[in-house]
T-cell receptor
Framework: QQQVKQSPQSLIVQKGGISIINCAYE??????FPWYQQFPGKGPALLIA?????SEKKEGRFTISFNKSAKQFSLHIMDSQPGDSATYFC???????????FGAGTTVTVRA | NAGVMQNPRHLVRRRGQEARLRCSPM?????VYWYRQLPEEGLKFMVY????????ESGMPKERFSAEFPKEGPSILRIQQVVRGDSAAYFC????????????????FGSGTQLSVL
């Protein structure tokens, strides 16, 4: 049973466009929400993370928006570049747990 | 500054054979986690180990799977009598402390072992 639901499965965006990936969760005990970026043949790498006490976090061209009441969070990639083409995973963990529950992943393709 | 090293990158086994997957954590890291990634699915937690101890194996199938992290050498994920359903990418991750990726504790993943069972 998927504890974190992620959509879309894949998306194609033009260079300079905005990529938006959405995730939803049910477990209100989750309190840490990281996003991981994975290139083909590589392991996931932490991209950006958020705690539920803030509604938005921005790092460069990457922004997480968090809606606690809706139990949803999303990743926005602004000014998408071909080098951003990768699979992105959202994840969540509980306050007293080290285990991450991952979404199914979104494959982003940025066309030049 | 080597990252998390996993080998082999690709492993092909016939049904009924044993698979051994190795993981050397980042230098200085003593906490190791194994995750499995099935096609079209996200990574799923399998087991958390510290040196010589299994801390949490709640994500491991009850039979055929085992893991160890000896005092010396890499962590080993062992799958006995493999079946086609074991075909997946197996990722190892390590952390400096035991928070497994929470808050300011970064979790570093290896490049994975792709296991194919014929």
């Amino acid at each position: 049973q998927q504890q974190v639901k992620q959509s879309p499965q894949s998306l194609i965006v033009q260079k300079g466009g905005i990529s938006i990936i959405n995730c939803a969760y049910e477990n209100t005990a989750f309190d840490y929400f990281p996003w991981y970026q994975q290139f083909p043949g590589k392991g996931p790498a932490l991209l950006i993370a958020i705690r539920p006490d803030v509604s938005e976090k921005k790092e460069g061209r990457f922004t997480i928006s968090f809606n606690k009441s809706a139990k949803q969070f999303s990743l926005h990639i602004m000014d998408s570049q071909p080098g951003d083409s990768a699979t992105y995973f959202c994840a969540a963990s509980k306050v007293d747990d080290y285990k991450l529950s991952f979404g199914a992943g979104t494959t982003v393709t940025v066309r030049a | 500054n080597a990252g998390v090293m996993q080998n082999p990158r690709h492993l092909v086994r016939r049904r009924g054979q044993e698979a051994r997957l190795r993981c050397s954590p980042m230098k200085g890291h003593s906490h190791v986690y194994w995750y499995r990634q099935l096609p079209e699915e996200g990574l799923k937690f399998m087991v958390y180990l510290q040196k010589e101890n299994i801390i949490d194996e709640s994500g491991m199938p009850k039979e055929r799977f085992s893991a160890e992290f000896p005092k010396e050498g890499p962590s080993i994920l062992r799958i006995q009598q493999v079946v086609r359903g074991d075909s997946a990418a197996y990722f190892c991750a390590s952390s400096l402390r035991g928070t497994g990726g929470r808050t300011n504790e970064k979790l570093f993943f290896g490049s994975g072992t792709q296991l194919s069972v014929l």
